[in-house]
C-alpha cells in the first residue's frame, strides 16, 4: 500500500476549519493507504510554550484523532518527539537546504515581518516538516493548499539528495482537498478560521458546546442582499456557511442554494447551527470517553514503537548513503 503522513501542531483546541480540511480526510485515507498521523509537538516548540499546556494540547489533539475517527488499529498514531528520527533526519536535511530557499516561505516571512530577529527553529520549521514526511518514505501528504509551498520544498531537498546520493528518498506528492473544505473565519471570511483568533466567535472549535456553535453561527458575517447563492468574490459570508453545510451533510452547493431560494439567512442559520450541532456531538462525545483513559497512552506508545521500526529503516540507509557511522 502507498503511505501517507500528515501531522497537527498541539497548539489548542482543534476547530472546524481543521476538521474539514485535514482530519476528515484523514480518516477517508486510511481506507486506501497504509497512514502516519503524528501530533507534531518539536514544531510547536518554534514559539514559546508552558509546558503544562504542551502536554495537555499532545493529548487533546490525540483524542480528538481518535474521537473524529482515525482508527489506530488501521492508522500509526504517535508523538513526533517520541521518535529520534525526526530530529535526526532534520539535520541531514539542513546540510542538504540553503539559506535563500528558506527566507523565501512565506510563512516565515510572515512571522517574522517587522522583526529584527527571529528564532532560528522558525527559520527551520520546513526542514523539520521535510524531515518527518521523508522519515516515512511517504507518498502522499494531505495538507492544505496553504502548505504548497512546505510540500514544493520537501520534493526540491529530496530531489537534491537523490541527485547526490541515488535512491536515499521517495519523492512525494500533496494531496490537497478541494477548495469548498478551505473554511474561513465566520467574522471575517477574507481570512482561514484561526484556532489564534482573538475572537472566539470567529471558529467553532470540535469541543464547542451547542450554545457556543449557535452563537457563533448566527453571529457570522453574511450581507446585507439577503439573498442565499455562492459568490465568493461578492458574497464570501454566506459562501462560507454554504461550504461549512455541504463539507457537513454531503449536500451540494447548488442544491442547498436551491432548497434555500426565497428564504432568509436567519432560517439559513438555525438550519446550520442544527447540522453543525449534530456533527460534532458524536465527536465531543468520543473525545470525553477517551480523552483520560490509560487506553489512549498506550495507543501513542505502540504507535511510536510502530513509527520508529519504520524510520530506524529510513536511517538506516540514510546514513548507509552518505556514508554516515560504521
Not at 518527539?81 to 530557499?101: Q, R
Not at 454554504?242 to 447548488?254: D, F, K, M, R
Amino acid at each position: 500500500m502507498k503511505r501517507v503522513f500528515s501531522g497537527v501542531q498541539p497548539t489548542g483546541n482543534i476547530h472546524l476549519g481543521n476538521y474539514l480540511g485535514a482530519l476528515k480526510q484523514f480518516v477517508e485515507l486510511q481506507n486506501d493507504y497504509q497512514c502516519v498521523y503524528c501530533i507534531v509537538d518539536m514544531h510547536a516548540i518554534t514559539v514559546p510554550q508552558d509546558p503544562a499546556e504542551l502536554k495537555k494540547h499532545i493529548l487533546d489533539v490525540a483524542a480528538l484523532y481518535l474521537a473524529v475517527g482515525v482508527d489506530p488499529e488501521k492508522s500509526i498514531v504517535f508523538v513526533q518527539s517520541d521518535v529520534s528520527g525526526h530530529a535526526e533526519l532534520s539535520w541531514l536535511l539542513t546540510c542538504n537546504s540553503y539559506t535563500g530557499e528558506l527566507s523565501r516561505m512565506t510563512q516565515f516571512k510572515d512571522k517574522s515581518k517587522n522583526k529584527e530577529s527571529a528564532p532560528a527553529g522558525l527559520f527551520m520549521y520546513p526542514v523539520l516538516m521535510a524531515a518527518d514526511i521523508l522519515l516515512y518514505d511517504t507518498d502522499l501528504v494531505p495538507v492544505g493548499n496553504d502548505q504548497k509551498q512546505h510540500i514544493e520544498l520537501c520534493r526540491d531537498i529530496a530531489g537534491r539528495v537523490n541527485g547526490k546520493y541515488p535512491g536515499t528518498f521517495v519523492i512525494p506528492d500533496g494531496y490537497f482537498p478541494k477548495e469548498g473544505a478551505r473554511i474561513m473565519a465566520l467574522d471575517d471570511p477574507t481570512k482561514k478560521m484561526s484556532k489564534s483568533a482573538e475572537n472566539i466567535h470567529s471558529r467553532i472549535s470540535l469541543l464547542d458546546e451547542p450554545s457556543k456553535i449557535k452563537k457563533s453561527i448566527m453571529k457570522a458575517t453574511t450581507d446585507s442582499d439577503g439573498i442565499i447563492r455562492f459568490d465568493i468574490e461578492n458574497k464570501p459570508g454566506v459562501s462560507n456557511l454554504l461550504n461549512i453545510y455541504s463539507a457537513l451533510t454531503g449536500e451540494s452547493v447548488s442544491s442547498l442554494e436551491t432548497r434555500y431560494e426565497g428564504k432568509g439567512y436567519g432560517d439559513f442559520k438555525k438550519d446550520l447551527v442544527t447540522v453543525t450541532a449534530d456533527a460534532l456531538a458524536p465527536i465531543r462525545d468520543k473525545f470525553n470517553e477517551i480523552r483520560y483513559s490509560s487506553e489512549l497512552t498506550q495507543i501513542l506508545r505502540d504507535g511510536a514503537a510502530r513509527a520508529d521500526s519504520i524510520a530506524q529503516k529510513t536511517m538506516a540507509r540514510v546514513k548507509e548513503n552518505f556514508g554516515l557511522g560504521l
